[in-house]
């Protein structure tokens, strides 16, 4: 395959897959032979990465033209619901869909999970296909498992995991990813930086918003950022522990989105908000150097990453961070960082300190 210019054998839940990276190979990926013992194909696609790359698709989808059937899913985050996952169950058995067929799901992270929970509750489960078409889909949700859609109390509450049987990260998609979009999977590829793949911070250290998109650049990002996420997942599927590493950055970013009602703020410029928290936070404990807090805030900066929030309630954030933990019985813990690279779990920031760095840093 002369455009796969990555490949990534990976493993989660007993099961090894393959994740394919590179610009312009969606129809070899479909020509593969992972998609061949299927009789039939549900390819659910997002309507927005549908309308700006339909030729492509389409061509894509010539080689399995005979057993395939294309579903729009109008992809947004109020239709990655519970209440439609239904419609498309019933979908798949109005187009003959069996236990011997595959779903395959292309679009960003509300297409992927949207496409996963479909796929893992179909006839107990029937194996699924993604091709994630922002970076964020690419780097961070594709990768893992887990699938879940939105019940009216909140989001992703009804999930369930189904590793994938394969992932194909045609970055020629990203070629039309408004820069917003980049921006939110940027901010993955950073904490993945933060917390074990190094390689990552000197890619976003050598490039700017202007070089990052370049294929071979990007592709690297995906790569390095792709087989980290992977190699977490495989040692621990179900986040009975190092998974939860993952969540550098989540804790204050959700609950900055979450009391904001999810406007107004982007997921990754939450996030990134949260990283900064905690690097000038860890910086304080004497957990992380002067330089590397220098050094990620900079990061931050050149790609806009992180969104100021003027006026914001920090009282109110952090209210709601301890109400949204207890709700899940614990204490507010984070990861830390010892150094950059050594993440921990279950750590904790002093109440005082915690409150001082986010009013200084969040709005
Ligand atoms: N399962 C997991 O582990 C996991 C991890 C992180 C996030 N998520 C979920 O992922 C979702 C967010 O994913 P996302 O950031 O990819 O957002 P998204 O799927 O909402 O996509 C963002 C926007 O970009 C559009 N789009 C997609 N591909 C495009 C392309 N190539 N060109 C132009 N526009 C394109 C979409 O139509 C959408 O409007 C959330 O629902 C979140 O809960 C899941």
């Not at 019933?90 to 595959?102: M, P, V």
């Not at 699938?147 to 992932?167: C, D, E, H, T, Y």
């Not at 999977?185 to 990552?200: C, F, Q, S, V, Y």
Request: hydrophobic share 40%; with cysteine; net charge neutral.
């Amino acid at each position: 395959m002369a455009n796969v210019t990555r490949h990534i054998n990976a493993t989660a839940g007993g099961s090894a897959y393959e994740i394919l990276i590179g610009g312009g190979i969606l129809r070899e990926a479909f020509l593969r032979k992972e998609l061949s013992p299927f009789e039939r194909i549900a390819v659910i696609a997002g309507s927005r990465v549908y309308e700006l790359h339909r030729a492509y698709i389409e061509e894509a989808l010539d080689v399995i033209r005979g057993r395939c059937r294309l579903i729009f899913f109008d992809d947004s985050e109020e239709n990655k619901s519970y209440a439609y996952a239904g419609r498309f169950l019933e979908k798949f058995i109005e187009y003959g869909l069996n236990r011997k067929s595959a779903v395959i799901g292309i679009g960003g992270g509300v297409v992927g999970d949207f496409t996963g929970y479909c796929a893992g509750l179909f006839m107990r489960g029937i194996p699924v296909i993604h091709v994630p078409t922002t970076l964020l889909a690419m780097v961070d949700s594709s990768i893992g498992g887990k699938a879940a859609v939105n019940l009216s109390v909140g989001k992703n509450i009804a999930g369930v995991f189904r590793q994938p049987r394969m992932v194909v990260s045609d970055t020629l998609f990203l070629g039309t990813l408004p820069d917003g979009e980049l921006r939110n999977g940027l901010t993955e590829a950073l904490k993945h930086g933060l917390i074990g793949e190094p390689t990552t911070l000197g890619i976003l250290q050598g490039n700017s918003m202007e070089t990052i998109r370049r294929e071979e650049v990007i592709n690297r990002l995906v790569a390095l950022s792709a087989s980290f996420k992977a190699g977490i997942v495989e040692k621990d599927e179900r986040e009975s522990g190092l998974r939860a590493i993952l969540n550098f950055g989540h804790t204050v970013g959700h609950a900055i989105e979450s009391f904001m009602e999810y406007r107004g703020i982007s997921h990754g410029g939450a996030v990134a908000a949260g990283i900064r928290v905690k690097m000038e936070a860890m910086r304080r404990m004497g957990l992380v150097s002067d330089g590397d807090a220098v050094r990620v805030g900079s990061l931050i900066d050149r790609y806009g990453l992180a969104e100021r929030t003027p006026g914001l309630d920090i009282d109110g954030v952090i209210d709601h961070m301890a109400y949204d933990k207890k709700n899940f019985g614990g204490a507010v813990n984070f990861v830390l960082l010892d150094g950059l690279g050594k993440p921990k779990i279950n750590q904790q920031i002093p109440a005082d300190l915690l409150k001082e760095v986010m009013s200084e840093t969040l709005t």
